[in-house]
């Protein structure tokens, strides 16, 4: 049974299709290791070791950085991985007011006034 899926040759951690236990031989395409951690469903297990500031690698592209030194087998997840993606801090130089958010055009705030206001 294939415990872990892994996409990229490049990718160093795989993605968990069923809970992992610590102790526990994954293998994930060419690699196999053991599982450091109880790792659940959905999540990533490293498939070498990433060094803290190294990238992790899933799809073939980075997902994040390692916040700590993440060893073999370890599971990978927003305990030792800070995200890139969604971050919309990073890009974003102001906050929008609540108004755009909900309204992006402000064409539906306009047209559900004109419906609320009674007919003269």
């Given at each position: 049974m294939t415990m872990a899926i892994v996409i990229s040759a490049d990718d160093n951690v795989a993605t968990a299709l069923e809970a992992i236990e610590a102790g526990q031989t994954?293998?994930?395409g060419a690699t196999v290791v053991t599982s450091a951690d109880h790792i659940p469903r959905?999540?990533?297990i490293a498939l070498r070791a990433i060094p803290a500031g190294g990238r992790v690698i899933k799809y073939g592209s980075?997902?994040?950085?390692?916040?700590?030194?993440?060893?073999?087998?370890?599971?990978v997840h927003t305990h030792n991985v800070a995200s890139a993606r969604g971050r919309g801090d990073l890009a974003a130089t102001t906050n929008p007011r609540p108004s755009e958010l909900a309204h992006p055009s402000g064409a539906a705030a306009t047209t559900a006034a004109r419906i609320a206001e009674p007919a003269e």
């Open positions: 994954v293998r994930a959905g999540h990533k980075p997902i994040g950085t390692a916040s700590h030194d993440i060893e073999v087998g370890a599971h």
